[in-house]
Nanobody, 129 residues
């Protein structure tokens, strides 16, 4: 299991940018695929971005493609989400998640949404003028 703590949320203006950080602890972080999910009030959780353990393969949902970047620093046990050109519809609780499936660890691929098995408590992001 990987323990995860998100930071960097808050109240932001439309058109602005945010950078979320997720600090991880646990021996398997460097071989875990990582991802960010979000859940807006009254909506289902959305898989937003994912990255494999080496940082060489990424997934982006259509809703953030072209204006977001996921990255990781395995030396710091941290994964980041940069999201630009913020919109009110980006308002949600953002969750960091880790995937330690066999596929993630040994094939080096990012994970599908169902494979994630460790979750942070989330950080609120509100985009409003």
């Amino acid at each position: 299991q990987v323990q995860l703590v998100e930071s960097g949320g808050g109240l932001l203006q439309p058109g602005g940018s945010l950078r979320l950080s997720c600090a991880a602890s646990g021996r398997t972080f460097s071989r875990a695929a990582m991802g960010w999910f979000r859940q807006a009030s009254g909506k289902e959780r959305e898989y937003v971005v994912g990255i494999n353990w080496s940082g060489t393969s990424t997934y982006y949902a259509d809703s953030v493609k072209g204006r977001s970047t996921i990255s990781r620093d395995n030396a710091k046990n941290t994964v980041y989400l940069q999201l630009n050109s913020l919109k009110p519809e980006d308002t949600a609780i953002y969750y960091c998640a880790a995937c330690t499936s066999f596929k993630a660890i040994y094939s080096g691929s990012y994970c599908s949404s169902e494979e994630y098995n460790s979750w942070g408590h989330g950080t609120q992001v509100t985009v409003s003028s």
